[in-house]
């Protein structure tokens, strides 16, 4: 990578490499500003920050060792498939650059100003972003804890009483601010049984996240929750990366199904 970009690449932020005759995408593992002969240059970085955390990074390193997968592979879907977030994030001017054209996506700013020189002034503070399903500013993860004890506890009872408890808990940990995180091992039988469930208790709050909805659907299912407190995440094994802010309670529906492991 050139030097001048040493003020705004970090490791785990998404670049653009040539392989094999086209353009992939690739995450940062490491810097190191040194000429080294025989590699080719980084076609261009994609987001302003590291979309992932210290804690996300372990947990996708740890799976990449249990399941003897490639760290790429883990990497590429600890983000919704096709990720294109700068379409969904808007700026929003500080004073000191003049607002000519209400709130343009991050991918118009782009396309007019060029990457390098966008994501400096996102990183200098003169451009603020914000997502357009929550409103929310939208900046670099930070490592936190929501200083809550964990605890397990395993549920044996039928259909109706599983359900039953899900929403009393639910309820208590939506209550204290905090969101849910519910894993079902499929999006078609199960996982539409307890949509339909928990839509009717809390309408509004619940959203899903997997391969099976439209991509607009999961991506504000992301956003929402990366942003957003008081909220139900439903979906499959895929949502055990997802940011979930002040995360109170996970849930697990037929744990011993093949799907998890």
């Given at each position: 990578?050139?030097?001048?970009?040493?003020?705004?690449?970090?490791?785990?932020?998404?670049?653009?490499?040539?392989?094999?005759?086209k353009s992939a995408v690739g995450?940062?593992?490491?810097?190191?500003?040194?000429?080294?002969?025989?590699?080719?240059?980084?076609?261009?970085?994609?987001?302003?920050?590291?979309?992932?955390?210290?804690?996300?990074?372990?947990?996708?390193?740890?799976?990449?060792?249990?399941?003897?997968?490639?760290?790429?592979?883990?990497?590429?879907?600890?983000?919704?498939?096709?990720?294109?977030?700068?379409?969904?994030?808007?700026?929003?001017?500080?004073?000191?650059?003049?607002?000519?054209?209400?709130?343009?996506?991050?991918?118009?700013?782009?396309?007019?100003?060029?990457?390098?020189?966008?994501?400096?002034?996102?990183?200098?503070?003169?451009?603020?972003?914000?997502?357009?399903?929550?409103?929310?500013?939208?900046?670099?993860?930070?490592?936190?804890?929501?200083?809550?004890?964990?605890?397990?506890?395993?549920?044996?009872?039928?259909?109706?009483?599983?359900?039953?408890?899900?929403?009393?808990?639910?309820?208590?940990?939506?209550?204290?601010?905090?969101?849910?995180?519910?894993?079902?091992?499929?999006?078609?039988?199960?996982?539409?049984?307890?949509?339909?469930?928990?839509?009717?208790?809390?309408?509004?709050?619940?959203?899903?996240?997997?391969?099976?909805v439209p991509y607009r659907d999961?991506?504000?299912?992301?956003?929402?929750?990366?942003?957003?407190?008081?909220?139900?995440?439903?979906?499959?094994?895929?949502?055990?990366?997802?940011?979930v802010k002040d995360l109170a309670?996970?849930?697990?529906?037929?744990?011993?199904?093949?799907?998890?492991?």
């Amino acid at each position: 990578a050139p030097d001048d970009w040493s003020d705004i690449l970090e490791p785990y932020q998404r670049v653009t490499v040539p392989f094999r005759g086209k353009s992939a995408v690739g995450y940062v593992v490491g810097l190191l500003w040194e000429d080294m002969e025989g590699l080719k240059e980084v076609g261009e970085v994609l987001d302003p920050f590291p979309l992932l955390d210290a804690n996300l990074v372990r947990l996708g390193l740890e799976a990449s060792e249990e399941q003897v997968t490639p760290q790429g592979l883990v990497l590429k879907y600890m983000l919704p498939p096709k990720t294109r977030l700068n379409r969904h994030l808007l700026i929003g001017q500080s004073s000191r650059v003049r607002k000519r054209h209400g709130e343009p996506t991050l991918t118009e700013g782009i396309r007019r100003m060029g990457w390098l020189e966008t994501f400096r002034l996102v990183r200098r503070g003169d451009l603020q972003l914000h997502d357009r399903f929550t409103g929310l500013p939208f900046g670099a993860l930070c490592p936190r804890s929501n200083g809550r004890r964990a605890s397990r506890a395993l549920l044996v009872s039928g259909v109706e009483g599983r359900m039953a408890r899900y929403a009393d808990e639910a309820v208590t940990a939506l209550g204290s601010g905090g969101n849910v995180l519910m894993l079902v091992p499929d999006h078609h039988v199960v996982g539409r049984y307890v949509y339909r469930y928990l839509v009717g208790l809390f309408p509004g709050k619940v959203f899903w996240y997997g391969s099976a909805v439209p991509y607009r659907d999961r991506t504000e299912a992301y956003f929402r929750a990366r942003q957003n407190n008081g909220i139900i995440i439903l979906g499959t094994i895929s949502c055990v990366f997802l940011p979930v802010k002040d995360l109170a309670l996970i849930m697990v529906e037929r744990p011993q199904e093949e799907d998890f492991r």
